[in-house]
Nanobody, 126 residues
Framework: QVQLVESGGGLVQAGDSLRLSCAAS????????MGWFRQAPGKEREFVAA????????YYVDSVKGRFTISRDNAKNTVYLQMNSLKLEDTAAYYC???????????????????WGQGTQVTVSS
């Protein structure tokens, strides 16, 4: 079955960097758009970034543009989220997600993704 396993979260100070990884198995990875979402306590899960199957196209929520970079290594079935200049408001559980049939209109929509990881916690302190 499909499994997505996130890693790389932790406790950092504002301004620091972290790189999240999501290792996928049980699917033909190159055919899947991969997304990162995050959920802070008491808030809805929100879209952060997505990357197309070939890695040529990327999308970001405005609040992370210029600070976060999504990338993928199809040889390793892994997607990454490099997070720089972290802010207190970036504190959340981060989830990776996968889907093979997203459209441009749907890739920011949580319910459009078929597969999800269990999440990794990122906590940014002042």
């Amino acid at each position: 079955q499909v499994q997505l396993v996130e890693s790389g979260g932790g406790l950092v100070q504002a301004g620091d960097s972290l790189r999240l990884s999501c290792a996928a198995s049980g699917l033909t990875f190159k055919f899947y758009t991969m997304g990162w979402f995050r959920q802070a306590p008491g808030k809805e899960r929100e879209f952060v970034a997505a990357i197309g199957g070939s890695g040529d196209t990327t999308y970001y929520v405005d609040s992370v543009k210029g600070r976060f970079t999504i990338s993928r290594d199809n040889a390793k079935n892994t997607v990454y989220l490099q997070m720089n200049s972290l802010k207190l408001e970036d504190t959340a559980a981060y989830y990776c997600a996968a889907d093979a049939s997203l459209t441009l209109a749907s890739l920011t929509t949580r319910r459009a993704y078929d597969y999800w990881g269990q999440g990794t916690q990122v906590t940014v302190s002042s």
